[in-house]
């Protein structure tokens, strides 16, 4: 049983910064990629954020300069950084993981429950 437990989702006023964390427990061998995804009120999910293993990274266009990710190889964790919030980034944002269950398998994808962050103007 693997779960992904997200924190750090808040409201917030515009300029403003949260810090999400999300941590993997359970039986797992090795974690590939980590990313934050969201999803606004009538839109699809999107990615926000991804960072491999070896701690490669990329972004969406929309939040470069503005959102860090980082993770914790040795906790299982991976946090998102937001710096300078916009009313847009508002949705709930949810972690995603790429896990090993036992070597010499694939990974599979798994998703943490969501975290709400609400950025007002």
């Known amino acids: 049983q693997v779960q992904l437990v997200e924190s750090g989702g808040d409201l917030v006023q515009a300029g403003g910064s949260l810090r999400l964390s999300c941590a993997a427990s359970?039986?797992?061998?090795?974690?590939?990629?980590m990313g934050w995804y969201r999803q606004a009120p009538g839109k699809q999910r999107e990615l926000v954020a991804r960072i491999t293993r070896g701690g490669s990274t990329n972004y969406a266009d929309s939040v470069k300069g503005r959102f860090t990710i980082s993770r914790d190889n040795a906790k299982n964790t991976v946090y998102l950084q937001m710096n300078n919030l916009k009313p847009e980034n508002t949705a709930v944002y949810y972690c995603?993981?790429?896990?090993?269950?036992?070597?010499?398998?694939?990974?599979?994808?798994?998703w943490g429950q969501g975290t709400q962050v609400t950025v007002s103007s």
């Open positions: 995603n993981a790429n896990i090993v269950l036992r070597i010499l398998r694939n990974g599979d994808d798994f």
């Open positions: 359970g039986s797992i061998f090795s974690i590939n990629a």
